[in-house]
């Protein structure tokens, strides 16, 4: 079972070039997550989709945006990235809302330089 | 707001011993849902263990337990029998009748021959 699969895994862009990070997931999941991870911080929501054809902010969703493209599919879009914006990003999905465990990708690890 | 609070960013523990990590939270919810998860250097977000609020029983998966204290708002982790593959980072998260998982900052664990 390949559970949530992220593309790519790393990702090297400067200063103002964009990028889209794929994310999708075959456990026929409703809820999909992307969250960035920094040193000392522990992860953080960027984006959430609750259901499909559903996008709502997390606690740190300036500078991105997401397309919840299908059932299966969460991508995260950088239109103009930035140094802040280099982080290890983690795509998830629930089952449902709220209190259904979330499956984690591997990460992206992406530095802007 | 809710907030997650792991105090000890390190750990270490001898191959065959126990330890405990240690996470508290502050919430005005009272049905609520608690998270251990562990990321090995492998990065991968791996459920550990979850707790009910509702349920004054600990959760327990095998090595791996739960000392909650609802009203101290207090979750701890207990690894008994460490062993090498238990060195990781462990992050304690929170979720309640929303979508925002909440983590806290993380406790690195060594486990050592």
């Known amino acids: 079972n390949a559970g949530v699969t992220q593309t790519p895994k790393f990702q090297v862009l400067k200063t103002g070039q964009s990028m889209t990070l794929q994310c999708a997931q075959d456990?026929?999941?409703?809820?999909m997550y992307w969250y960035r991870q920094d040193p000392g911080m522990g992860l953080r929501l960027i984006y959430y989709?609750?259901?499909?054809?559903?996008?709502d902010k997390g606690e740190v969703p300036n500078g991105y945006n997401v397309s919840r493209l299908n059932k299966r599919e969460f991508s995260l879009r950088l239109e103009s990235a930035a140094p802040s914006q280099t982080s290890v990003y983690f795509c998830?999905?629930?089952?449902?809302?709220?209190?259904?465990?979330?499956?984690f990708g591997d990460g992206t690890r992406l530095s802007i330089l | 707001a809710q907030t997650v609070t792991q105090s000890q960013p390190e750990m270490s523990v001898q191959e065959a011993e126990t330890v405990t990590l240690s996470c508290t939270y502050d919430t005005s919810e009272n049905n609520y849902y608690l998270f251990w998860y562990k990321q090995p250097p492998s990065r991968q977000m791996i459920l550990v263990i979850r707790?009910?609020?509702?349920?004054?029983q600990n959760a327990t998966e095998n090595r791996f337990s739960v000392n909650f204290q609802k009203a101290a708002k207090s979750f701890s982790l207990k690894i008994s029998d460490s062993q090498l593959g238990d060195t990781a980072m462990y992050f304690c998260a929170f979720i309640y009748n929303t979508d925002k998982l909440i983590f806290g900052t993380g406790t690195r664990l060594q486990v050592f021959p």
């Open positions: 456990m026929n999941h409703n809820s």
């Open positions: 707790q009910e609020a509702y349920k004054q």
């Open positions: 989709s609750a259901s499909e054809g559903t996008t």
């Open positions: 998830a999905s629930s089952r449902d809302r709220g209190r259904q465990p979330q499956h």
